[in-house]
């Protein structure tokens, strides 16, 4: 078997897997970027504090409508933003600090959620919503999430500006301008947005992975903020694309395989990384003049 | 004392208390900053100054009485509130301060540009437009975003400690610069330490000490007496602190 025939013919052969590529690089193309602003924002955790957060929305929905994606979505969309805004709100009118105020509501929502999954439905179900299946994409799930990247993409360029110099300064935004949250709560949607988009394909907990680990990858080989959001997108690119083929030669679940190849993909910068990666560190290259 | 010449008003203050959970950190606050005066604000670590500057940019609303600003501010973080380690360019966080003139989506002009290069060519970092902010020294640092303020363009400018952890020569270059933007009308807050410094250059000084302490020429105000004055007032947080009455005495 040549290399072109391992990483070309699964995708070629099997129509599934074509709409696991497409589906999962899609995901991609939205998270990885927005990923990059929460690590620089120090808000790493808060894509794992809304995965939960999505959990009794995609719940409810199914229960009302079963395995459906739209239900699912927009269930999690609610959900999600429900908790985005909220917390928000609580931590811009009390003293309460916005991680604490997130904490609070997804826990309270991953509670209900988990509430309402074991009123109905077997816990194989809980592994599907919680794993996903992007094995099993229809067209409603990719125009699903073909949508939602094209909608995060424009909105990213928008509010660029002002997104950095909340992120960098945020109190000089707040003097010279009135937009600080509405930015912020913007950028808190896009969040939920993908992370509902990411759970039709990844999973809830694996969109996570593919909003952060790219981030973290793009961290070890970009010095500005547009290189680090390339050098994230093309990593996340890299970790749908190889995932899929060790998912399928060795029969892996496809999210666990996808966000283990970005982790891999980490492993190697980590060593590699011209700029602080292990080989540079211990055996650094001689000292510039000046 | 109070400052109560007669002048064209800055920013006026008029029983300002500003503070955290009720907590006065500035407490009954009364007077002017006249247009073009050029003020240290100066007190014992926890006197207020910080938190003084962040009402009179609108930050924080006062828990009582009323602050009237003319004039839009610019104002210097004191350093340690921003990640050094953000990827960003000397030059792109020089442009943040040209925000009035671009907003959200407005392009950056060649003309516009050319400010930006201008700007860091009159705080010395002429030939650092394209570097990392991560690779800079303190003072480095610091100028840079004395380029940000200059851009700003704003006639109101507030400067928290500038020049803490910055060195001799840095220093003298950035007060040059304070003194070229009262040269030109403008209206300066400055955060200080250094009472040597305030000497030489400053010609009003506000001393706080959570209350008031002394407001006036920086001859008047430096003295031994209100400089004991504002130490013997520092007291702690009182957690059981009764509701202040001073504002039904007063009325």
């Known amino acids: 078997m040549t290399v072109w025939e391992w990483g070309i013919s699964p995708f070629v052969e099997f129509s599934f897997m074509r709409r696991a590529l497409l589906g999962s690089l899609a995901v991609a193309l939205g998270c990885a970027p927005i990923g990059v602003f929460l690590l620089l924002r120090r808000m790493s955790l808060m894509g794992d504090a809304m995965s939960h957060a999505i959990l009794p929305g995609a719940a409810v929905g199914f229960l009302l409508a079963g395995m459906s994606v739209p239900a699912l979505s927009l269930g999690g969309l609610v959900a999600g933003l429900v908790v985005a805004l909220a917390s928000g709100a609580l931590s811009r009118t009390t003293d309460l600090r916005e991680d ?58 928008i509010i660029f ?3 950095v110099i909340e992120s960098f300064d945020p109190s000089f935004l707040r003097v010279v301008s009135r937009c600080g949250p509405w930015v912020h709560m913007t950028f808190l949607v896009l969040v939920v947005l993908n992370l509902v988009g990411g759970f039709q394909a990844l999973g809830t907990l694996m969109a996570v992975g593919m909003m952060m680990l790219p981030a973290a990858i793009a961290q070890f080989w970009a010095r500005s903020l547009p290189g680090m959001i390339v050098a994230a997108v093309v990593s996340a690119f890299l970790s749908d694309y190889f995932g899929l083929l060790f998912s399928y030669y060795l029969v892996l679940p496809s999210g666990p395989a996808i966000v283990l190849t970005a982790g891999s993909l980490l492993g190697l910068s980590l060593v590699f990384s011209p700029r602080r990666g292990l080989i540079a560190r211990f055996w650094p290259r001689s000292h510039l003049e000046g | 004392m109070f400052s109560n010449r007669p002048c064209e008003v800055g920013v006026s203050l008029e029983n300002v208390t500003l503070g955290y959970e009720r907590h006065p950190a500035v407490h009954h606050l009364s007077g002017t900053f006249c247009e073009g005066s050029l003020t ?38 004191q350093q340690a509130e921003l990640d050094r380690s953000f990827p960003l360019t000397v030059e792109e966080v020089a442009t943040f301060g040209l925000w009035k003139k671009i907003g959200i989506w407005r392009p950056i002009t060649s ?141």
């Open chain 1, 100 to 157: 604490a105020s997130l904490a609070v509501f997804y826990l309270l929502s991953l509670a209900l959620g988990v509430l309402l999954v074991s009123l109905k439905g077997s816990s194989v179900d809980l592994l599907h919503v919680l794993f996903g299946s992007v094995l099993a994409l229809d067209d409603d799930a990719l125009w699903l999430l073909g949508s939602i990247t094209g909608f995060t993409l424009p909105v990213l360029v």
């Open chain 1, 161 to 163: 500006r002002p997104l």
């Open chain 2, 40 to 77: 240290a604000l100066v007190g014992p670590n926890g006197a207020g100054k910080s938190t003084l500057l962040k009402g009179l940019m609108g930050l924080l609303s006062p828990l009582g009485g009323k602050i009237n600003r003319r004039l839009a501010p610019a104002y210097l973080p």
């Open chain 2, 111 to 251: 003309t516009l540009l050319r400010q930006v290069q201008s700007a860091l060519d009159s705080v010395g970092l002429s030939h650092f437009a394209k570097r990392e902010i991560g690779s800079l020294s303190g003072g480095q640092f610091q100028r840079m975003l004395f380029a940000r303020l200059l851009l700003q363009d704003a006639p109101l400018i507030l400067l928290d400690e500038p020049f803490t952890a910055v060195d001799e020569r840095t220093t003298r270059d950035l007060i040059a610069l304070v003194k070229e933007l009262h040269k030109e009308g403008r209206t300066i807050i400055a955060v200080l330490h250094d009472l040597e410094i305030i000497r030489i250059h400053f010609s009003e000084t506000l001393l706080l000490a959570r209350e008031l302490v002394a407001w006036g020429p920086t001859s008047e105000v430096l003295t031994e007496e209100y400089l004991a004055k504002a130490r013997a007032l520092q007291e702690a947080w009182d957690e059981r602190a009764p509701v202040c009455a001073r504002n039904w005495n007063a009325a």
